[in-house]
């Protein structure tokens, strides 16, 4: 199993994995579930350029595939299903040839306790993950401050535009549509005016 060092390079696999339905699992620290899951939804949309639902587990293996069933999204994270039993991944195995939408996938977001539970009752999904189960540092970030700037500074560089140009590009709905503007706006932690551009 992968050890990554930044939801960055998670984000790197997603965006490299070939086209089909491919699913992965991300194993973190139970605490950082509910803000990694925040992160990656703004993120993944960008770096995929699909539409991204967060489904919870909070109602059970059946109520997750039924959402996935009826859900006009291409890509899923699945999350809070850290309270799932045995059986419920007994089940989930069962239905798992309905997460075949022939859409791109998903991503479940787990703690350890609940990888291992996954192991153990869902082992037809888990020989369809293959390789791609991943553990996630804890204290990994999307960038460091250090990288981000770089980034920035790089993103400057090819446009010629300054932080300051695209958000108010981005305020005025003329932010061009290339992928890298909206990854910028992640960056300066701004996503939210990426709700905006639609």
């Known amino acids: 199993m992968d050890r990554l060092s930044s939801v960055d390079e998670l984000l790197q696999r997603i965006g490299a994995r070939p086209d089909g339905n491919i699913w992965m699992v991300l194993v973190v620290d139970i605490n950082d579930i509910e803000s990694i899951v925040t ?3 703004d993120t993944i949309e960008i770096f995929s350029e699909c539409i991204t639902a967060s489904i919870s587990g909070k109602s059970g293996a059946r109520a997750v595939i039924n959402d996935i069933s009826k859900a006009s999204e291409e890509y899923f ?8 039993e045995n059986n419920e991944w007994k089940i989930f195995d069962a239905l798992r040839s309905r997460l075949d939408k022939g859409n791109k996938g998903g991503l479940l977001i787990i703690s350890e306790q609940a990888n291992n539970l996954m192991i153990h009752n ?19 970030e999307i960038l460091s401050d250090e990288e981000c700037d770089r980034r920035l500074a790089a993103l400057q560089e090819w446009t010629g535009k300054t932080n300051d140009d695209v958000i108010a590009l981005a305020e005025n709905r003329q932010l061009p549509t290339d992928p890298e503007y909206g990854e910028w706006l992640i960056l300066l932690d701004r996503g939210d005016l990426l709700e905006r551009q639609k």
């Open 39 to 41: 992160d990656l939804q």
């Open 77 to 84: 994270l699945l999350w809070e299903l850290d309270t799932w």
């Open 122 to 140: 869902a082992p037809n999904f888990v020989s369809w993950l293959g390789a791609r189960i991943y553990y996630l540092q804890k204290d990994a």
